[in-house]
């Protein structure tokens, strides 16, 4: 029904192989707000997958890709209301399971936050490597952001030939604000402010405006020690990191 390319039968399979590995470190990647889904079907999907035992739960709303085919023919899905109700009520089972909610849409028991996002969100760095790979790299004077040859044969290819990269930008200056924001945001208890000079090479002043005016509006906490959304920040995550483009439309809207 959702256009992917497993079912229900084979995350299950999935699991059972995984314990008699005798590992039991692995994330569930759950979706809610689908085709005419109500709260109890929401809630009921999450208490199956609770049920499996992961460690780590991505619980994210279904949303409309461009270029898909939902896109072209729209399914029925939940309004606005029936899908924010669906987001408090998981998020209140999740609690109650033991799960803390570090990120927009990353749950975790204690101590199995996923490191590698953490990363991401913490603006740092990492390397790609094989087909569709993406990359980035901090230098002493620029950020470079890399993505490989995304098919395999052609990548195979192009790497045989010394050109295993499709695209390679420098994060221009003037962006490196908004990629920050738009990382350190989505983690609940945010970064520390001396973070940004660290990862970015700017002065925290370099963002002062936006920060004050995120503040005053209560979206970003004004603790200047630390840059961290609050509860009124998450909820329109877009309209906080949107305060950080520069010479861009101001976009709306919540996350």
């Known amino acids: 029904a959702l256009g992917r390319i497993h079912a229900r039968e084979e995350t299950l399979a999935a699991v059972d192989e995984l314990r008699a590995a005798g590992l039991d470190n692995f994330n569930l990647d759950l979706m809610y707000a689908l085709p005419s889904q109500a709260v109890d079907e929401a809630l009921a999907d999450l208490e199956q997958a609770l049920a499996l035992g992961p460690a780590h739960v991505s619980h994210y709303q279904l949303t409309l890709e461009a270029g898909t085919a939902f896109e072209r023919r729209p399914p029925p899905l939940p309004d606005d209301d029936a899908a924010w109700e669906m987001q408090l009520a998981c998020q209140s089972q999740l609690a109650d399971a033991g799960y803390r909610h570090y990120e927009v849409s990353a749950y975790a028991l204690p101590g199995r936050e996923c490191r590698h996002n953490l990363n991401y969100w913490r603006f740092g760095d990492y390397l790609g490597i ?19 040859w995304k098919q395999p044969k052609q990548y195979v290819e192009r790497a045989l030939a010394g050109e295993p990269v499709m695209e390679r930008r420098e994060v221009d200056t003037g962006e490196l604000g908004f990629e920050f924001m738009l990382n350190a945001l989505r983690l ?53 990191v949107a305060l950080f483009l520069r010479d861009a439309p101001r976009a709306r809207g919540a996350t």
């Open 130 to 148: 094989g087909a569709g790979a993406h990359g980035k790299v901090s230098m002493p004077d620029r950020i470079v952001r890399e993505v490989r």
């Open 188 to 240: 609940a208890e945010g970064v520390p402010s001396a973070l940004f000079a660290e990862r970015t090479g700017l002065p925290l002043a370099s963002i002062a405006h936006e920060i004050g005016a995120a503040a005053r509006r209560g979206l970003l906490d004004p603790d200047p020690s630390v840059l961290r959304a609050t509860p009124l920040g998450r909820r329109f995550l877009n309209e906080l």
